[in-house]
């Protein structure tokens, strides 16, 4: 295998093109250069620009590793993917991910490669991409029914400070709303317009640039929320069609932005979290009452937006690690 570089990684192009030909599956293609290969792996699975440069950096990394420990696909184990994990001293997020990555390359090469294995699939079956951090975070029913009542409160007698204070927080309780009653995640919020909500605020569409889409549900109490924020958002008459803005000139909340006011809405329901993983612990709490309600793993997937069936099982049972947890 040859050696990869820094410089090897392409730049991230303006849009991902669908591959001009088939994608190869062959072992030795992807031993010659499995950057190449990468990019057209890419492109087959419509990655947005954003994730694609992600991931391009990881596959990097990691095909660097194996050259250097000398190391082809048909090789490595389980074993090995821990030992890169902790060679790179990565934390418990990226571990994973990094563990997903590996399994789906292992997945496209099992097409013309039946025999050979997965030793992502293994490596996901060991949790050897939690390493040793806790488990899934999601509140529990009391927590969790505190910040519904707390973000679906009468608001009518409510005073403040400053004269846009009123609509920003409406605002920030449909962020949280959407994020605990749909699992919205932070970059999904900050891309809505308000086209991507049905007439009656019960589902949302999710767009992903240059890459497939996924529609999620409202649960009832989120729904009622956001339809207070969408008449909020028209009696303002803010220019544009970002669903939340930042400010009266109608302009793109930031990400930084999201997780403080996320966080914000937390807190003053009486529930502490640091601010970055408030957003992911209302998604894993909108999944926990999914699951308690016997919604099908195959829709709570598309509600969340995952190709995978193995990726609902595993959520589920991180989640069920965490509830034995407590």
């Not at 013309?112 to 949790?127: D, I, T, V």
Request: contains cysteine; neutral net charge; hydrophobic residues 40%.
């Amino acid at each position: 295998m040859p050696q990869p570089t820094d410089s090897d990684t392409p730049a991230s192009a303006k849009a991902i093109s669908p591959p001009l030909f088939p994608v190869s599956g062959k072992l030795s293609d992807w031993e010659n250069d499995p950057l190449a290969c990468f990019e057209g792996w890419l492109a087959m699975n419509g990655m947005s620009l954003e994730s694609a440069k992600v991931y391009r950096f990881m596959w990097g990394k990691f095909a660097r590793w194996m050259h250097d420990h000398d190391l082809g696909f048909a090789r490595i184990r389980s074993s090995h993917i821990e030992q890169f994990l902790d060679d790179a001293g990565l934390t418990k997020q990226h571990r994973y991910r990094y563990v997903r990555l590996i399994e789906r390359i292992y997945q496209h090469l099992a097409l013309e490669n039946p025999s050979l294995g997965n030793p992502g699939s293994q490596a996901a079956r060991q949790r050897i991409g939690e390493g040793t951090n806790a488990p899934t975070a999601y509140l529990e029913e009391t927590k969790r029914d505190a910040v519904i009542q707390w973000i679906g409160r009468d608001l009518s007698g409510e005073t403040y400070d400053r004269k846009d204070a009123a609509w920003k927080e409406k605002r920030d309780l449909a962020i949280a709303a959407v994020m605990l009653g749909g699992g919205v995640k932070v970059g999904e919020a900050r891309g809505l317009s308000v086209s991507c909500i049905s007439s009656d605020s019960a589902s949302i569409d999710i767009l992903v640039e240059n890459g497939p889409g996924h529609t999620t549900c409202l649960l009832p109490f989120a729904s009622g929320v956001l339809k207070q924020w969408l008449e909020q958002r028209a009696r303002m008459r803010f220019p544009g069609n970002w669903l939340f803005v930042a400010g009266a000139d109608g302009r793109q909340m930031d990400t930084a932005t999201l997780y403080r006011r996320v966080q914000r809405v937390m807190e003053r329901a009486g529930v502490d979290l640091d601010s970055r993983e408030g957003p992911q612990t209302l998604r894993n709490s909108f999944v926990a009452m999914l699951f308690a309600q016997d919604v099908p793993d195959a829709v709570v997937g598309d509600y969340l937006g995952l190709r995978e069936a193995a990726s609902v099982d595993r959520l589920r049972s991180r989640l069920a690690d965490a509830r034995n947890s407590v």
